[in-house]
């Protein structure tokens, strides 16, 4: 982490989909998008423009040693809103945007962020890229500068929607989507970060979600791209 946490945001830190959860989602979610330029950027691109931060990257969700596999339900949720109950894709992209863009250090820990964050995820651990959701947490040493400094974050969307190739995709084949019913949205908005001393700015912000909205059932997140694609 570098030394000013100012310019931190859950959603451009950390790693993208994790190999194992990329591949049963490519195989699993539309076969046709692997012919979609545009999808196969989103399912197998690098970084999103933003700079890493100098930590090491998190273990994989499904490895034993990974302490963001399984957050402590007793640890709570701190400022971490509930996941709404919504079976819209769009909508339900906006809210979980707005969740990672927002985050309290001053009466919310780590393990709290990660509960909560952990929510909002599916249940179908076929389909639950958990690695790429907790990665937007910073380690435990930079979060407790953070908190040390009293930053916290408040997200505003601005606006969401399915991105051009997702939707060619989808007009090609609309069956493809019904095995896992993962849809791809990208979010726009933007996050205002405040910290002691009055200190504080707001940046532009953007991601790519998949979010899972099987018919008759609220909409959970699957998993965070690597990449923005609009």
């Not at 700079?51 to 971490?80: I, L, N, Q, R």
């Not at 009293?150 to 051009?164: N, R």
Request: with cysteine; charged share 15%.
């Amino acid at each position: 982490m570098r030394k000013r946490f100012s310019s931190f945001s859950l959603s451009s830190y950390g790693a993208g989909w994790s190999a194992n959860r990329r591949i049963a989602i490519v195989a699993s979610v539309v076969a046709v998008l692997l012919a979609i330029a545009g999808i196969v950027a989103l399912l197998t691109g690098g970084g999103n423009g933003h700079p890493a931060p100098d930590t090491a990257a998190p273990a994989p969700a499904d490895s034993p040693s990974s302490s963001e596999a399984a957050p402590k339900p007793s640890s709570g949720s701190g400022s971490v809103p509930k996941p709404p109950q919504i079976a819209e894709p769009v909508a339900y992209a906006k809210a979980a945007a707005q969740m990672l863009w927002s985050y309290d250090t001053r009466d919310t820990s780590r393990d709290q962020q990660l509960a909560g964050m952990r929510a909002w995820m599916t249940t179908e651990t076929k389909y639950a890229d958990w690695a790429s959701v907790s990665g937007q947490v910073p380690d435990p040493v930079p979060w407790s500068r953070m908190a040390d400094q009293d930053q916290h974050a408040t997200g505003t969307v601005t606006e969401g929607h399915y991105p051009s190739a997702f939707k060619a995709a989808l007009a090609d084949d609309p069956s493809a989507i019904t095995q896992a019913y993962i849809y791809v949205v990208t979010v726009n908005g933007k996050q205002q970060i405040a910290w002691r001393k009055g200190g504080g700015g707001a940046e532009e912000r953007a991601v790519t979600l998949a979010v899972q909205c099987r018919p008759n059932h609220d909409c959970t997140l699957a998993a965070i791209a690597p990449s923005v694609t609009q």
